[in-house]
């Protein structure tokens, strides 16, 4: 029981087992399965706003491209899903069956050669992490090594964004353009339109976020993340200490880029759908939102904020639809202004001190009542009943 307390008593630890039970536990016993498939996407933009925490928290490197791999995770998974509907049967009315539709629309008469290893599952797991990482470590090792960092950045991850953007709505045969890619239906022959798949696909959503707050939970307490803090704050010094600076740029960057390439494709799974408008640089400011609501210090308050930022949007864009973007911005404001460290400062600023005062004064008091009963001197022993003179007499009198 000890060492469990102790466990428990880390910081973190209990932010992360709270995160669970809401998740896991209220959540799905408050919700019906549309408003729980709605939180569930909310979810997937919390892997983006965690490696937000990562990059910009941590490494103290602003990205304003995040959106780029989210939505390259997101197709890459919308890939194999589009490929699985588009079997021959399905397509038998297509002038050339067995290819997605919107190829079809666009006079493809063949599949083109990158597409064919998306037939693959394996392949597609291994591409939702490996080709947003592989994009990242181009962009962060040719900028990071030349020492470009900052604002400037940050203006070159948005550049890459509206790239991207530009290139899959221009590639209209290729990527389904500006409609993206819709009418995802099964994978592996599991409808995942179902209310029951709905369900499940939260849970390993939860189950997949949950696991990555873990993971960058332990490499912050890491060695490396005690260079990201060292290299945020005084970037010369790690240097000339003899560590190579860039590269451990260039790592925490690829780590944010996978995990917003999971989140990409868990939303593809859950939505049915993927576009281009994911991937643009508004989405991308949106996710850095979502981490600075949240606090960018922390990963559970990221997970918040993503949650509190996009239930605002649903709520005022439901009741109030020619007013919500003005409440939305009201929001990030007032939120920023009066928080500015996010939704942890809150905790950390007043929920916390709060708290210790109050055990404090449980302590105190604890310690005032032992003390008034040491100060009273111990009752007297009781004395022992008188044997009697006799006992064989007594014995016989009884």
């Known amino acids: 029981m000890i060492p469990l307390k102790k466990w428990l008593l880390k910081p973190g630890t209990g932010s992360t087992l709270i995160l669970a039970v809401f998740l ?25 706003a965690i490696g937000l925490v990562m990059v910009w928290g941590y490494g103290g490197v602003l990205s304003l491209g995040q959106g780029v791999f989210f939505g390259l995770g997101g197709y890459a998974m919308a890939m194999f899903l589009k490929l699985e509907a588009s079997d021959p049967v399905s397509t038998k009315i297509q002038s050339t069956p067995g290819i997605p539709d919107f190829m079809d629309w666009n006079q493809l008469t063949e599949l083109p050669t990158f597409w064919i290893p998306f037939k693959s599952l394996p392949f597609t797991l291994v591409a939702v992490i490996a080709v947003p990482t592989l994009l990242a470590f181009i962009i962060s090792y040719a900028m990071f090594k030349r020492r470009v960092g900052g604002v ?29 890619m819709t009418d995802l239906k099964t994978l592996v022959g599991w409808d995942i339109r179902t209310d029951s798949a709905k369900v499940i696909l939260y849970y390993v959503c939860c189950a997949l976020l949950l696991a990555s707050i873990v993971l960058c939970a332990w490499v ?29 740029k ?17 939303f593809a799974l859950q939505v049915g759908f993927m576009s281009p408008s994911f991937v643009g640089i508004v989405p991308s400011i949106e996710m850095v939102i979502y981490a600075a609501v949240g606090g960018r210090m922390s990963l559970v308050g990221a997970v918040y904020g993503a949650l509190l930022v996009n239930a605002g949007k649903t709520l005022f864009s439901e009741t109030f639809p020619d007013l919500w973007l003005f409440l939305m911005a009201a929001l990030f404001i007032g939120v920023t202004m009066a928080f500015p460290n996010g939704l942890a400062g809150l905790v950390e600023s007043h929920l916390k001190p709060w ?21 009273y001197p111990e009752p007297p022993a009781p004395r022992p009943a008188p044997k009697p003179l006799n006992p064989t007499l007594s014995g016989q009198q009884a």
């Open 24 to 48: 896991l536990a209220v959540l799905p016993l408050t919700l019906d399965v549309f408003r729980l498939n709605l939180v569930g996407k909310y979810l997937t933009y919390a892997f983006v």
């Open 152 to 180: 400037y950045f940050a203006i070159i991850t948005q550049a890459v964004a509206l790239i991207l953007s530009v290139l899959i709505i221009g590639r209209q045969g290729y990527t389904g353009g500006v409609n993206g």
């Open 220 to 248: 912050q307490k890491s060695k490396l993340g005690t260079l990201l803090l060292a290299m945020r704050d005084k970037e010369d010094r790690v240097r000339f200490s003899g560590y190579d600076v860039a590269m451990f």
């Open 250 to 266: 260039v790592a925490v960057f690829c780590l944010g880029a996978a995990l917003s390439g999971i989140g990409g494709a868990l």
């Open 355 to 375: 708290w210790q005062k109050r055990q404090a004064e449980r302590r105190s008091i604890r310690e005032r009542v032992a003390a008034a009963q040491a100060s």
